[in-house]
């Protein structure tokens, strides 16, 4: 049994949702593309788990968010792909890969065949088992990476309220979902084995902010110490957990966040490997020229920063989706993808945003005591970060097109005094060299290369301030 196809995604989470779009855009026609994906339901705005899905009042529900809402574009329901002619074949998982056959097996024992293939594969959660522990298999311990975990989540949180929760993991998800912990009336503790939270990216001046809000909630951080075993009732079920430095806490349930890991089995030994994600180029075309790969399981080159990275975030997602279609359909058209890095959260009443490269030396500015602060990133005496907690539309707009244009920071001084006014001033002050921000490149390609920079700086900016209010 078997069927063809021009094109094929592996996959139908984010990546598949914006690609099937900008497919349909670029003029595919019905029945040349093809999604299969291990969930059963179309593509969703994944980010939208952690936030509006898990809210008491009003949470969000599919069909409200279908990929691509996120993005301010059409809601790209199951109805939207049949009227598309797309094929959408949900609840299959693929098994196995040929990529020099160019052909997928899929669970049900179909093959397909496929001219162009997308791998769009994502991650998976880290699981308990991985680092030594028993337990994901208990009714009461819940990870969050797909709608049934997060559907899972919600009934567990229901069971529980005034009760008892404990969080492993300070990282994106841990502090996601302790959020959404105490807002549904549940005591959280969170256990993580570094000094601060979310490690990866913030200082511990800016984690001590979270932190000091968080425990203002009620929330209970135990750092520096992680989950040695469970105790388990005559069910099955967690009702405690043995810590590594000899504490025990008793649970009412557990979210488990401990990471996560790029589904890239499937193509082993048939493509070239990069940062723990499948190598591709600034077009996303991997090793072998019909093979592309999107999303959290690309190692794509960063232009800006002149190296390679996998970044498991939904922006990358989104916007690597779009370029490798319109690298496939319009390849003469289709000039480098040159990425600014771009995170973001949204917790309680706070909302941040991360843009660039977190390198070098950190200059705090803003004031730490109120509403409003920050962190710049110099690192070889120019500006290569900004984070910002706070911070309205027009700011972030200015931290993108300023981070994109890497200026040189004479005195660092300058930056603390000035905060966000610096990056201000960055983005609006006229491109000419030798003035008071020098740019990287030589004159005329530098002109070319700030203003095609400050287009998309100010779109990824404009979506991003609109998506974080939105999910
Ligand atoms: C709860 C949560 C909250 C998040 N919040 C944020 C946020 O606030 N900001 C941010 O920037 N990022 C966030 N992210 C990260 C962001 O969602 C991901 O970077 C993004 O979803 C990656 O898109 P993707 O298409 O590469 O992978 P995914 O969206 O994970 O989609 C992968 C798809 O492939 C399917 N699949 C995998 N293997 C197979 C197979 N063999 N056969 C068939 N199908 C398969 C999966 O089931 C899934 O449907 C969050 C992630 C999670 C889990």
Not at 203 to 211: F, H
Not at 233 to 245: E, M, Q, W
Not at 374 to 400: D, H, P, Q, S
Request: aromatic residues 12%.
């Amino acid at each position: 049994m078997g069927r063809a196809f021009v094109y094929v995604i592996i996959g139908g989470g984010v990546a598949a949702g914006y690609a099937a779009l900008e497919f349909t855009k670029k003029g595919v026609s019905p029945g040349e593309l093809c999604i299969i994906s291990d969930e059963t339901v179309a593509p969703y705005e994944r980010p939208a788990l952690s936030k509006g899905f898990l809210l008491p009042e009003a949470p969000a529900r599919l069909p409200g968010f279908h990929t691509c809402v996120g993005a301010n574009e059409e809601k790209l329901t199951p109805n939207w792909y049949k009227d598309h002619g797309i094929e959408l074949i949900l609840g299959t998982r693929v098994e196995s890969a040929d990529v020099r056959r160019k052909t997928l097996l899929t669970t049900v024992g179909e093959t397909i065949a496929y001219k162009f293939l997308i791998i769009a594969t994502g991650a998976r959660a880290r699981t308990l088992e991985e680092i030594g522990i028993t337990g994901s298999d208990a009714e009461n311990v819940c990870y969050l990476r797909d709608l049934a975990d997060a559907t899972k989540l919600v009934n567990m949180m229901g069971k529980c309220t005034g009760g008892k929760a404990m969080v492993i993991g300070g990282g994106y998800i841990g502090m996601e979902c302790a959020a959404a912990l105490v807002i549904n009336k549940i005591h959280v503790s969170m256990v993580f084995p570094g000094t601060y939270c979310m490690g990866r990216l913030f200082t511990p001046k800016i984690a001590s902010y979270y932190e000091d809000f968080y425990k203002s909630k009620g929330v209970n951080f135990i750092k520096g110490t992680a989950l040695s075993s469970f105790m388990f009732n005559s069910t099955r079920k967690v009702t405690g957990a043995f810590l590594k430095d000899g504490r025990y806490l008793p649970v009412d349930m557990v979210v488990v966040g401990i990471g996560a890991c790029p589904n890239t089995s499937l193509f082993k030994d048939q493509l070239k490997f990069e940062n723990g994600g499948i190598q591709v180029n600034s077009r996303f075309q991997s090793s072998n020229t019909s093979v592309y790969a999107v999303g959290d399981v690309a190692s794509f080159p960063v232009k800006l920063f002149g190296d390679t990275r996998r970044l498991e975030h939904v922006d990358l997602a989104r916007k690597s989706a779009k370029h490798a279609v319109s690298a496939i359909m319009e390849p003469r058209n289709t000039s480098d993808f040159d990425y600014l890095p771009f995170f973001y959260s949204r917790v309680f009443s706070l909302s941040w945003q991360f843009y660039g490269d977190n390198v070098g030396e950190v200059i705090h500015f803003g004031d730490f005591s109120g509403t409003k602060f920050g962190g710049y990133w110099v690192n070889e005496g120019r500006l290569v970060g900004c984070f910002l907690e706070g911070g309205g539309n027009e700011e972030y707009e200015a931290i993108a097109k300023a981070i994109r244009l890497k200026p040189v920071v004479k005195d660092l001084s300058k930056l603390q005094r000035d905060g966000v006014d610096f990056v201000n001033e960055v983005s609006h002050k006229p491109l000419v060299q030798g003035g008071g921000f020098r740019l990287l490149l030589k004159k005329p390609v530098y002109i070319w290369y700030a203003t095609s920079g400050i287009v998309v700086a100010a779109s990824v900016a404009a979506f991003a301030c609109w998506y974080a209010n939105k999910w």
